[in-house]
Nanobody, 132 residues
């Protein structure tokens, strides 16, 4: 049974750092794309970044490029999101998800009126609050 579990969220001051963890079980995460998403209250889910399978490329949204980094530990079957220079606009629930590729993680494709992210399994999320 495929499962993803996020942890590491919390309250942090602007300019601070936080590392989120995504524990994968029921599959070998190194063989699949792992993406991070976030959703702020009243806003659409946003793709933050995506790590391709088997040490392929990693992609980031423009809003986090240079501040956020995705790293994998294939031995532990874990994926991490290191977040630096956090800003109040980074406040959101953060999710990790897995799929075959990163192709659609940005959510630019729609199925009817529903945004399609190309991910098959999702975690339940962890809340990150950036506030003084």
């Amino acid at each position: 049974q495929v499962q993803l579990a996020e942890s590491g969220g919390g309250l942090v001051q602007p300019g601070g750092s936080l590392r989120l963890s995504c524990a994968a079980s029921g599959f070998s995460s190194e063989n699949y794309a792992i993406a991070w998403f976030r959703q702020a209250p009243g806003k659409e889910r946003q793709g933050v970044g995506c790590s391709s399978s088997n040490e392929g490329s990693t992609y980031y949204a423009d809003s986090v490029k240079g501040r956020f980094t995705i790293a994998r530990d294939n031995v532990k079957n874990m994926v991490y999101l290191q977040m630096n220079s956090l800003e109040p606009d980074d406040t959101a629930v953060y999710y990790c998800a897995t799929g075959e590729t990163c192709t659609y993680y940005s959510g630019s494709l729609y199925h009817g009126s529903t945004r399609y992210y190309g991910m098959d399994y999702w975690g339940k999320g962890t809340l990150v609050t950036v506030s003084p």
